[in-house]
């Protein structure tokens, strides 16, 4: 019997199972990424929906370090999914924008590298958006 192959691939990623709701970048730093959730938003959450999703909005034009805005982004989706739920939980939806409120905190209080004047304001209005 021989043994199996290995194989490289140089080229690009190669991905073993499924990757529905999946997005990725390969060597490109300069890639914007957005995405929409078409799901309904629950009863009582339409005002926080419009927040976050505007937030996401002006996400890329705000100055955040790379870093910085992929944590945003990534807090940011994860509000959206727990208030697309049926019947959000509110411990959840309380955990998610605390999450979301602290990728934005180290920007707003100028802790993070490169951050700008621009960013920190943004930041710090955004943070309040949240809070109200």
């Known amino acids: 019997m021989s043994e199996p192959r290995n194989e490289h691939h140089y080229e690009g990623p190669v991905i073993h ?5 999946t997005q990725f970048a390969w060597n490109n730093e300069t890639a914007t990424q957005n995405q929409q959730v078409n799901g309904e938003v629950a009863a009582g959450y339409e005002a ?11 996400l890329p034009e705000a ?3 790379q870093q910085d805005r992929e944590d945003a982004e990534a807090a940011a ?8 739920q ?4 509110a411990g959840r939806v309380r955990r998610a924008l605390a999450t979301l409120r602290g990728a934005l905190v180290p920007v707003a209080s100028g802790v993070a590298a490169g951050t700008t004047v621009g960013a920190q304001e943004w ?5 309040e958006g949240l809070i109200a």
Request: no cysteine.
């Open 17 to 21: 199972g499924g990757v529905s709701n």
């Open 48 to 58: 926080l929906a419009q927040r976050v999703a505007e937030l996401l909005r002006q």
């Open 63 to 65: 100055g955040l370090a």
């Open 77 to 84: 989706g994860e509000v959206l999914e727990v208030i697309t």
């Open 86 to 89: 049926p019947e959000p939980e």
């Open 123 to 127: 930041a710090r209005a955004a943070i």
